[in-house]
């Protein structure tokens, strides 16, 4: 429970869910793209506010497919049955 206080508050304050990207400083902005929450927040606001159309965002569901693809394939290794 402890350390998800390490996980859950940096994806939320680095994703843009409380401040926009450009706010954050550029040496810290690299780290907000390494965090799939960043993209989720990018696809939910151009829907639902801006009635972006799902083609342009394209990238940012080709990115959360690509953190699907590797957190399962992680996952895979290492829960690996060993026997």
Excluded: Q, W
């Amino acid at each position: 429970m402890f350390i998800t206080i390490f996980i859950i508050v940096p994806s939320i304050l680095l994703s843009g869910f409380i401040f926009p990207l450009e706010a954050i400083p550029d040496y810290i902005r690299p780290i907000s793209y390494a965090i799939p929450f960043t993209y989720f927040i990018e696809i939910i606001r151009a829907l639902l506010i801006k009635h972006t159309l799902i083609t342009d965002l394209l990238y940012a569901h080709f990115a959360l497919s690509a953190f699907v693809v590797a957190f399962v394939s992680l996952s895979i290794v290492v829960f690996k049955k060993r026997g």
